[in-house]
């Protein structure tokens, strides 16, 4: 497993390079924003871990710019910020998870293989998900529905897959905010409904058959069932 380490505080990069390496992980550290870009979109890379405070192009920029160029690879960001709108915007700009400083290195560890895991299960899955005329190709991130393109943010796309994956089974916002936001802090359950908003505007609204549907009390689901 090759990784990408963006962290500018020597101490800390270092450690994380031993530790990572000690590991088995294949890793190059950089702590300049501007070679990072570079490597990112020249070299075949299995995780990024990037600090959110970088001079010049900071980690959250990086993590645009991969997403931008349609990289699925897995994003970790790492921060002294622990604050939960930190955390959230790290998180909708595309990152898959989000450390706060200081790192306990087996939490580490365990999130890298949580996300390795992950990805392998979202690839090792149909790459085209259907629910009635709603078609979302995985490979190519398109969505259409009877025929018409649909334009999604990262987070929204993330979370419409997931309820494809899942399509007719009712999904809580606990099992929401675990797999698309990496957390389970009921506290963010807000967010959970706000961007099942999001999705049934770009989704549902204009189109007669409503395939969101909000089960009262246990979460979503979304299906073509009447």
């Known amino acids: 497993m090759k990784i990408l380490i963006v962290e500018d505080d020597a101490r800390i990069g270092s450690f994380l390079q031993k530790g990572l390496e000690e590991a088995g992980y294949a890793v190059l550290l950089t702590a300049d924003g501007f070679e990072a870009r570079d ?21 959250l920029q990086l993590a645009q710019l991969i997403r931008y160029k349609k990289i699925d690879t897995p994003v970790l960001m790492l921060s ?14 595309g990152a898959d998870d ?9 939490e580490l560890l365990s999130r ?73 802090m009921d506290t963010f359950t807000n967010v959970v409904d706000v961007y099942i908003s999001y999705l049934r505007n770009k989704i549902d609204n204009n189109f007669p058959e409503k395939l969101i549907k909000t089960i009262k009390g246990r979460g979503y689901m979304i299906t073509d069932n009447k």
Request: net charge negative; proline share 3%.
């Open 39 to 59: 490597l990112i979109t020249t070299e075949p890379w299995d995780l990024f871990i990037l600090d959110v405070m970088l001079p010049e192009i900071d980690g």
């Open 80 to 93: 002294a910020l622990g604050e939960a709108d930190d955390k959230i915007k790290a998180l909708d700009i």
């Open 98 to 106: 989000y450390l706060v400083k200081p790192v306990h290195f087996p």
């Open 112 to 184: 890298i293989k949580a996300l390795r895991r992950r990805y392998e299960l979202h690839y090792a899955n149909d790459q085209v998900l259907e629910c009635s005329d709603l078609t979302v190709n995985i490979e190519t991130n398109s969505i259409q529905r009877s025929g018409t393109d649909i334009q999604l943010s990262a987070k929204e796309f993330k979370l419409l897959v997931y309820l494809l994956e899942n399509k007719n089974k009712i999904v809580t916002r606990t099992q929401i905010l675990n797999t698309v936001w990496n957390t389970n």
